[in-house]
């Protein structure tokens, strides 16, 4: 089963950046529109950023003009570049396509993102 793994996460303060990595092995992704999303404990997991298999990208409000999502279908990887950090970003970040197709693969490990004050 196709596993997506995502990397970049880290401990850093207010007004930093991080690029996050997630790495989506073959050609199922390839051609989807894909997304991070991030969750908090307690709260359901929300799509912040999302860009099609052409590169057309869409934010969230809470992250746009802050946050790039891109991609590079040569290597099935996408990124997500986060600018000006703020403490309510912190949160366990994953990828996936935009819808979810978990028939295909379900969640990766995420990775946490620790934004301190």
């Known amino acids: 089963q196709v596993q997506l793994v995502e990397s970049g996460g880290g401990l850093v303060q207010a007004g930093g950046s991080l690029r996050l990595s997630c790495a989506a092995p073959g050609s199922t992704f390839r051609i989807r529109t894909m997304g991070w999303y991030r969750q908090t404990p307690g709260k359901q997991r929300d799509l912040i950023a999302a860009?099609?298999?052409?590169?057309?990208?869409d934010y969230a409000d809470s992250v746009k003009g802050r946050f790039t999502i891109s991609r590079d279908n040569t290597k099935n990887t996408v990124y997500l570049q986060m600018n000006s950090l703020k403490p309510e970003d912190t949160a366990v970040y994953y990828c996936?396509?935009?819808?979810?197709?978990?028939?295909?693969?379900?969640w990766g490990q995420g990775t946490q993102v620790t934004v301190s004050s």
């Open positions: 860009i099609t298999a052409v590169g057309s990208s």
């Open positions: 996936h396509s935009n819808p979810p197709l978990l028939v295909i693969t379900n």
